[in-house]
């Protein structure tokens, strides 16, 4: 199969007819074979119905319904799952993404070798109050992950290799991060394709504010097990005995003037009865506090479990 189409969906009955009609007409104008695969994630409008009429007419047409919402990262999770094509495309559902940049996509993967191309919505028609914080994230995880060349790093027309999403693993909100995470598993020919966006048609944003500080906080997720998944003794580590050394030095300091004060006969005050001795010892008790949550990352991560379970009501 040429293409896999992944579709995150949660109340969008209005638009899916016409967007499965928009692709089904751009896979056949290029004899593509492939699947469009809707992921309804626990709707409470008449999506899936609209997925089971859509069904009956078109085989190449996949329905998944979760039993109640889990997010669009869960979504694309159950997605990358359960596609087969050498390509996968993802495309919100809201008719934001065209299709009619598909094909360019796939030729970006196929002839020009790459493993990841993540659409640039240069003009955008969204209210300021999306666009200047979503500026922000992308170039705090620009700096970050140190993939320089992408400007939109949460579009949601993106084109993969198919070994690229059987090797990663979407959860919380990362959706907003897998080219962060492609990078991490290894794959390195990460490209932009600038795309056109389009006005919402149908029905309101399913996104609050509150996805800004949730994505700032997978963020610093990504990043830490990007880097330490598999040596987390490598991150706790130095910086417990850092602040464990900083309290030892700080203690031997007190004790060495305080007998040379005695050795000197010169006034001197008890050790407890400095601040700086409160200091080395909390320094100390973080220090071994730290070390310690070292060991339990180390036991973790190899005895760690699957993330992803998510109650799945139906499959057609």
């Known amino acids: ?163 690229v999403v059987k090797s990663i693993e979407v959860y919380g909100e990362m959706h907003r991060y897998i080219p962060v995470l492609a990078k991490w598993a290894g794959f390195k020919n990460i490209q932009e394709q600038i795309v056109q966006h389009y006005p919402r048609k149908y029905g309101t944003t399913k996104f609050g504010p509150g996805r800004f500080v949730k994505g700032f906080l997978d963020l610093l997720s990504i990043f830490f097990v990007g880097k330490f998944a598999k040596r987390p003794m490598h991150f706790f580590g130095p910086i417990g005995v850092l602040s464990f050394m900083v309290g030892f030095v700080i203690t031997c300091y007190l004790i060495f003037e305080k007998l040379m004060s005695i050795a000197n006969h010169t006034p001197y005050r008890n050790i407890t009865d400095q601040p700086l001795f409160y200091l080395s010892l909390v320094a100390i008790l973080i220090g071994t506090q730290l070390f310690l949550t070292g060991f339990i990352a180390e036991l973790v991560s190899r005895n760690s479990t699957e993330r992803n379970k998510y109650h799945i009501e139906k499959v057609i």
Not at 25 to 47: A, C, P, T
Not at 98 to 104: G, R
Not at 131 to 144: C, E, G, Q, S, Y
């Open 1 to 163: 199969m040429d293409i896999s189409i992944v579709v995150p969906l949660y109340n969008e009955e209005e638009s899916l007819p016409e967007l499965t009609d928009w692709i089904r007409r751009v896979m056949h104008q290029h004899n593509f074979s492939y699947e469009i695969i809707l992921v309804d994630d626990g709707s409470n409008d008449k999506s899936w119905k609209v997925i089971q009429d859509l069904k009956l007419q078109h085989e190449e047409i996949i329905g998944i319904k979760f039993r109640r919402n889990y997010g669009k990262s869960a979504a694309l999770n159950i997605g990358f799952n359960a596609a087969e094509g050498d390509v996968v495309i993802t495309m919100d559902a809201d008719l934001q993404d065209s299709p009619d940049e598909i094909p360019e996509l796939y030729d970006r993967i196929t002839n020009q070798g790459a493993d990841l191309v993540s659409g640039w919505k240069q003009k955008r028609y969204d209210p300021i109050t999306k666009t200047i914080p979503t500026k922000l994230f992308n170039a705090v995880t620009r700096n970050m992950s140190g993939i320089h060349n992408l400007h939109d790093f949460n579009c949601g027309l993106k084109a993969y290799r198919k070994d």
